[in-house]
């Protein structure tokens, strides 16, 4: 019986990947990768020469009993997104699903998310937070959009540098202009940028230049007047 880890790797700076993901990266018999040319660049600099295997949102339904079959002949097969733990807003929630079905022992390993660092960079609350990713391109986003109205813990968003300014814009339409938020890009990169504040001032900021590098939107929560500040804090 084959085994299927799940390995993050770094979302920005190559620094950022432990130990033990290096040393199982290069146990592996097959890595899986969401891009093969993200994974292959990261390869080299570790010094890890294995066979890759492309797995990602527009082969996933198509491959995924093969793959059921091959993680079972091998011993170790490794599951790697572009940046990041895998599973998290990206194909690799459906191979570790069918490989629970198939009874197939499933590891991951502790890691870069991006998400974790945005949210605590943003000094919202976050004892409690949700987290939503990619809204919902067509159908069903003005739905989610009068459920989060209503929403009172911090929320986290994943957007595309190309559409920040329309997300950014409809949360202003949604939660108010006054709504705080925070907008991370480019997490552990050179040019790492943590914009806080209402939401019409960090849309005018993003309005007056070109976006580049991953993003996250950390959202504050609806103000619920009967918690305390102690209780927020707590």
Aim: hydrophobic share 35%; aromatic share 6%.
């Amino acid at each position: 019986m084959g085994k299927l880890i799940l390995v993050p790797t770094p979302i920005g700076n190559l620094e950022d990947i432990t130990l033990r993901a290096i040393r199982i990266l290069k146990e592996a018999d097959l890595i899986l990768a969401e891009d093969t040319r993200t994974t292959s660049h990261l390869l080299k600099h570790l010094e890890v020469h294995k066979p890759l295997r492309s797995y990602h949102q527009h082969n996933e339904h198509k491959v995924v009993e093969d793959l059921i079959s091959t993680i079972n002949q091998n011993t170790i097969t490794i599951l790697v997104s572009d940046a990041g733990t895998p599973a998290i807003s990206d194909p690799g929630f459906l191979l570790v699903r069918e490989c629970i079905k198939a009874g197939i022992i499933i590891e991951t390993l502790p890691g870069p998310t991006a998400f974790v660092p945005a949210l605590v960079n943003s000094g919202f609350p976050c004892n409690e937070f949700t987290f939503i990713g990619f809204l919902p391109q067509k159908k069903g986003r003005q739905t989610k959009w009068k459920q989060l109205t209503e929403e009172t813990r911090t929320f986290i968003l994943y957007e595309s540098p190309y559409r920040l300014v329309k997300l950014l814009e409809e949360i202003k339409e949604n939660l108010g202009e006054t709504r705080n938020v925070c907008v991370s890009r480019e997490l552990s990169k050179l040019f790492e940028e943590n914009k806080r504040g209402a939401v019409t001032e960090v849309l005018n900021h993003f309005k007056q230049k070109t976006v580049k590098g991953e993003i996250v939107v950390i959202v504050e929560g609806k103000h619920d007047s009967k918690k305390t500040d102690a209780e927020e804090e707590d």
